[in-house]
């Protein structure tokens, strides 16, 4: 799943890969409070850990990709 960070007075965004769920990352933003450290275990082994108190925003994309392709279900070619 693909999450974008909004991180308070930072222009960019953060934009993290995971094999977590949606629910997993709102539990660990809510388990770290204000003073706590949101901890996210990006893709390819990497950690990401950042101050719940400096995030501004997540947004959680799809937790399943949509495949790709220009069939139609069910057809058989």
């Given at each position: 799943?693909e999450?974008?960070?909004?991180?308070?007075d930072?222009?960019?965004?953060l934009?993290?890969?995971?094999?977590?769920?949606?629910?997993e990352?709102?539990?660990?933003?809510?388990?770290?409070g204000?003073?706590?450290?949101?901890?996210?275990?990006?893709?390819?082994?990497?950690?990401?850990?950042?101050?719940?108190?400096?995030?501004?925003?997540?947004?959680?994309?799809?937790?399943?990709?949509?495949?790709v392709?220009?069939?139609?279900?069910?057809?058989?070619?």
């Amino acid at each position: 799943m693909e999450i974008k960070i909004g991180v308070r007075d930072i222009g960019r965004e953060l934009n993290v890969e995971t094999d977590q769920s949606a629910d997993e990352i709102e539990k660990n933003l809510r388990e770290a409070g204000d003073d706590g450290l949101l901890v996210i275990d990006a893709t390819q082994g990497r950690r990401v850990l950042l101050p719940a108190a400096n995030i501004g925003y997540i947004e959680l994309g799809q937790e399943h990709a949509r495949p790709v392709g220009f069939g139609f279900p069910g057809q058989q070619l």
